[in-house]
């Protein structure tokens, strides 16, 4: 199985509600999106980076 970025987004978002606070899950997603947005900005600049992979 390869993990995608739609794939960890179900897996975390599986346990909304089922914990005492979903605020874990909240800054995982934040933190997901900045690496993507670093990823992107990098692979601008002439690296080659997994967006996907980041994220």
């Known amino acids: 199985m390869k ?3 739609e794939l960890a ?3 975390i978002e599986d ?4 914990t005492k ?3 874990w899950i ?3 997603i934040c933190v997901g ?3 993507g947005k670093i990823a992107k900005a ?4 002439g690296y080659n980076v997994d967006i996907d ?3």
């Open 53 to 55: 992979k980041a994220y």
């Open 15 to 18: 346990y909304r509600g089922k």
């Open 26 to 28: 909240d800054h995982c």
């Open 21 to 23: 606070s979903d605020r």
């Open 42 to 45: 990098l692979n601008e600049e």
């Open 33 to 35: 999106d900045t690496a």
């Open 9 to 11: 987004l179900k897996m």
């Open 3 to 5: 993990l995608t970025k």
